[in-house]
């Protein structure tokens, strides 16, 4: 047993040595001006910010998204912080449409530098609203997606002996939250992938970074999709992604997502609220899970409303959603080409 905590011990002090040189090594050096980086969803919300903050730094932006009026008015917004991106419209839940993007990119711009996926979708509404469409739904684009881009750019990265993978996955991919169960088990699918792909990607100078942000200001409540009481679940959501203490802004997480490129930290988690939730959840996880169970019995609607159907956003709006309560998300909106 002495033998083993020694062995232990030092294992853990090699790794911890490795990581702190490679910080070191790494801190400051990789530098985003003239790479060729692909944002998926790309045309609204959080996709939308990083390629602005991408093109002021100089990269070479390439977006996508399924819907290419989001996508005209995207690459002008872009175009005002620099040079105008390549844009193409792309169902990234159909590999043989991402392959087509990726050699397209390639063509136009040149080798993938750095791939950040982060197209989403997300269904809130107690779990007996839920069927196996919405698990498939969110599976098919917060995993096989991000699983279908890393093939494409994977083979020129090894041959390179270099690259960067950021895989935007969320604190319900860390911490499960009612009313979310389904976007919740994807994400908890993409970062067991993203951790498995930095452990084994390393060695070609493939860096991979998973990104869990909490509750972010990127305006996205109107396009997500709300089932059961569909208005009272618009309005705890609306409310929830606009409270200043409880979130961030999309220009905040932004800048911490490509710091967290450029340095190559294997994890980021965006947001002191929500690294105290997953430190509390780590620590004491049968008291989160208990406080999560009274989180849903007291303050979450019960099911009923429309059921199995769905409802966006903005076809879900109450009394309080919109209202001075939800100013933050209603700007970030206007602001991020959600409030169409």
Known sequence: MIGLARTALVLTAAAAGTWLLRRARGAG????????????????????????????????????????????SAVADVAGYGTVPFAAACDVTQQEEVNQFVRAVEANLGPVDVLINNAGTISVGPLETMTRQDYEDAMATHFWAPYFFVEAVLPPMRERGGGRIVNISSIGGKVAVPHLVPYCASKFALTGYSHGLHAELARHGIVVTTVCPGLMRTGSPPNALFKG????????????????????????????????????????????????????????????????????????????????????????????????????????????????
């Open 229 to 340: 009481q569909n208005r009272k679940e618009y309005t705890w959501f609306a409310i929830s992604d606009s409270l200043p203490l409880l979130t961030i802004s999309a220009e905040n997480a932004a800048r911490q997502v490509l710091a967290a490129c450029a340095k190559g930290d294997p994890e980021a988690v965006l947001s002191l609220p929500a690294q105290a939730a997953v430190t509390l959840f780590n620590l004491m996880p049968s008291l989160s899970a208990e406080m999560l169970v009274l989180i849903n019995r007291l303050l979450l609607p019960r099911p009923g409303g429309i059921g199995t159907e769905h409802r966006l956003g903005r076809d879900s709006e109450s009394a309080l959603a919109p209202s001075v309560l939800t100013a933050t998300t209603e700007a970030a909106a206007r602001r991020n080409n959600e409030a169409r």
């Open 29 to 72: 050096q990789f530098d985003f001006r003239d790479k060729v980086t692909i944002v998926t969803g790309g045309s609204r919300g959080l996709g939308l910010v990083l390629a602005r903050e991408l093109t002021r730094r100089g990269a070479r932006v390439a977006i996508c998204a399924r819907n290419d009026e989001d996508l005209d």
